[in-house]
Structure formats: structure tokens, C-alpha cells
């Protein structure tokens, strides 16, 4: 397995907000990733949803 972690967009009607699909063979680069989105000034919140 590789280290790259596979991202792309996803348009939400939702003006406030921004979707992202990431896909990784190690869940906690997701954790991490996650982690620092919600460490910048105007994030309210960073959510990750495991199918």
C-alpha cells in the first residue's frame, strides 16, 4: 500500500460548509488531516464519517 491519500471535492448546497472524500490506507492520516482542519481560526468543526 502506498502513503498518498487520495482527495477530491465535494459541492454541498450548504454555503457554511465544505464536503471532502478521503481515502487512505492508514485511518489515522484521516485523524490527523481532520485534526489540523479543525485547528484553523474559522473551522467550527471538522467531522469524519466512516462508511
Do not use: C, H
Not at 460548509?17 to 485534526?35: M, P, Q, T
Amino acid at each position: 500500500m502506498t502513503d498518498n491519500i487520495i482527495l477530491s471535492f465535494n459541492l454541498t448546497n450548504q454555503v457554511d460548509a465544505i464536503g471532502l472524500n478521503l481515502a487512505s490506507d492508514n485511518v489515522f492520516k484521516i485523524e490527523a488531516i481532520r485534526a489540523r482542519i479543525e485547528s484553523f481560526d474559522r473551522a467550527l468543526e471538522a467531522n469524519v464519517f466512516f462508511p
